[in-house]
């Protein structure tokens, strides 16, 4: 990963737990260790009433597509989009190649679509799949079908 581009409230969640996690006896191992990739990564964070981000974060106001681009660019590998109204919107405007989506064995009953109703369809295509030694499943998906 290069970077993280976050909305608030997927931030505000993260900035909640990984700033202290290495210090965290409960935390697995992967949690902590986790932690200082967390802190040091560059990330941005997409808010228009955010007023202070810390742990190497911009906070960026709109989502303006070539402005998008230039920090894709920048960034020294993957981008990471997290928050589902983020990602309808990187979608609508086109700025996403791959969807990565992790299943977790754990029923919530609740919570917000991973995916906004939308005018558009749009064909994916697997491209691999890994199941790791907790029961989480990842499957990577190439849009375009």
């Known amino acids: ?76 590998g993957d981008v990471v989009v997290g928050g589902a109204d983020l990602a309808s919107t990187f979608l609508r405007e086109g700025l996403v190649d791959e969807i990565h989506v992790y299943v977790h064995p754990v029923l919530i009953g609740r919570g917000k679509p991973m995916f906004r109703p939308a005018d558009l369809k749009t064909d994916l295509r697997l491209a691999g799949t890994h199941t790791f030694g907790n029961g989480v499943v990842l499957l990577r998906y190439e849009l375009g079908g």
């Open 1 to 76: 990963m290069g970077a993280f581009f976050e909305g608030r409230v997927t931030w505000e969640l993260m900035a909640s737990v990984w700033p202290t996690a290495d210090d965290e006896p409960g935390f697995t191992e992967a949690m902590r260790e986790f932690a200082p990739i967390w802190r040091t990564m560059p990330k941005y964070v997409f808010s228009r009433t955010l007023e202070r981000a810390d742990w190497n974060t911009t906070i960026v106001r709109e989502v303006v597509p070539e402005e998008i681009r230039a920090l894709c660019e920048k960034a020294n």
